[in-house]
């Protein structure tokens, strides 16, 4: 069988809607999961009970569930109960609670891996629980959690893929589309493959530089 990829040079443009929307899929998912993988965090090491417990029930049920029935559930399920959410905000929140959980346990073990004396030590300075946080803990943390959180976000890039289940047109669901009307799976599903890899090439190039500078300050 011979190779034709003339067809997917013609749905190129089509195939680049789709990374866009697969962009925009995962850069408020990233966004959304990082505001709840930073209130996750606070609450898990929390001395409140009643935080520390919800935040890791919210950790243990999102880690234990496939991020594919957490999306139907958005999705298909809430409708049952009144609550309608459109296909690309289920999408968004669903990757985002997703994401958020892994992100939970990342910033929490960043800032526990950080020497607890320093805490001690600021506080006995007069410095209060906040300014800690942010002026003495968070900076050593973040060093800390930024490799673990490039290979998250890389993972939420990819797992925007299945958004197309709940009908989301972004980077797959578009090559599927074409796929149904040429008949050129070999050519279109190694486009959208190379596609994939250079949005992740993107990303880790940035987030490479990124924590080369913090390393150096």
């Known amino acids: 069988m011979s190779l034709d990829y003339s067809i997917v040079i013609a749905k190129f443009p089509i195939l680049l809607e789709g990374c866009w929307v697969t962009l925009q899929i995962s850069f408020f998912s990233l966004l959304l999961g990082m505001v709840f993988g930073i209130a996750g965090a606070l609450c898990r090491i929390s ?6 417990s919800l935040a890791f029930s919210y950790v243990w049920i999102i880690r ?19 609550l309608k959410l459109d296909s690309m905000t289920a999408g968004v929140l669903g990757l985002a609670i997703n994401t958020g959980a892994y992100i939970t346990e990342i910033i929490r073990a960043g800032i526990q891996a950080v020497d607890r004396g320093q805490m001690e030590a600021a506080l006995s300075v007069g410095m209060n629980y906040r300014q800690t946080m942010v002026r003495i803990i968070g900076p050593q943390a973040s ?15 990819k797992n925007s893929s299945i958004a ?15 796929i149904y009307t040429t008949f050129r799976s070999f050519e279109v599903y190694t486009t959208v493959a190379v596609l994939y890899l250079i949005l992740n090439s993107i990303f880790m190039v940035i987030a490479d530089n990124l924590e080369k500078r913090m390393a150096r300050q």
């Open 47 to 52: 001395s409140n009970r009643l935080l520390m």
């Open 64 to 82: 234990g569930t496939p991020l594919m029935v957490q999306l139907f559930i958005l999705y298909f399920g809430l409708p049952q109960l009144g």
């Open 143 to 157: 060093k800390i959690c930024i490799p673990p959180l490039v290979n998250q976000f890389i993972m939420t890039l």
């Open 164 to 178: 197309s289940l709940v009908t989301i047109t972004e980077l797959f669901r578009t090559g599927e589309q074409i």
